[in-house]
T-cell receptor, first 111, second 115 residues
């Protein structure tokens, strides 16, 4: 077990709604990243936060936003949900380059 | 742009067979990192290895071994004497050396080990 916890584990929303996903980082890790994994695909980088500041973003629209809190926990917010947003959302924390520790993810279904 | 290709979508072998998962990457960076992750049915990605682009030495860890060849831009993963517990989806990934820890993942290879 990595020590990275995500909530909720499953979520069902309808198109146009907004959703907030939460992540608790592994102790001592000051960097958190979010990834979107569509069914049968590899994870895709959404963005990364380091010490509460966004310091890298993938090819995702502005309706994907995030926060990192002083205790290094994090949120991913998605506004105006679309059907294609249905995916597994993975949070990862790290303290050194590339050695990411992932949570089990939140499975989001948009109907 | 960075790209990782895992040409094998699915592999199925019988327990105790050796199996090699292929990974080919593309990058313009001279310094970069390569990774392998395992994703069991539980969903979380499990870190297996990180390799710096300057270190082409092959690595062995128990039944796992990795072959990094810069000349062919490949970073292949071999499981020796496979076991049922090795069944999972395996991802190869690439990242630049600095800045955000953005990993570019391949499509993954679903490995099934049959008893």
């Amino acid at each position: 077990e990595t020590g990275v916890t995500q909530s909720p584990t499953h979520l069902i929303k309808t198109r146009g709604q907004q959703v907030t996903l939460r992540c608790s980082s592994q102790s001592g890790h000051n960097t958190v990243s979010w990834y979107q994994q569509a069914l049968g695909q590899g994870p895709q980088f959404i963005f990364q936060y380091y010490r509460e500041e966004e310091n890298g973003r993938g090819n995702f629209p502005p309706r994907f936003s995030g926060l990192q809190f002083p205790n290094y926990s994090s949120e991913l917010n998605v506004n105006a949900l679309e059907l294609d947003d249905s995916a597994l959302y993975l949070c990862a924390s790290s303290s050194q380059i590339g050695k990411l520790f992932f949570g089990s993810g939140t499975q989001l279904s948009v109907l | 742009a960075q790209k990782v290709t895992q040409a094998q979508t699915e592999i199925s072998v019988v327990e105790k067979e050796d199996v090699t998962l292929d990974c080919v990457y593309e990058t313009r960076d001279t310094t970069y990192y390569l990774f392998w992750y395992k994703q069991p049915p539980s969903g979380e990605l499990v870190f297996l290895i990180r390799r710096n682009s300057f270190d082409e030495q092959n690595e062995i860890s128990g039944r796992y071994s990795w072959n990094f060849q810069k000349s062919t831009s490949s970073f292949n993963f071999t499981i020796t004497a496979s076991q049922v517990v090795d069944s999972a989806v395996y991802f190869c990934a690439l990242s630049e050396a600095g800045g955000a820890q953005k990993l570019v993942f391949g499509q993954g290879t679903r490995l099934t080990i049959n008893p």
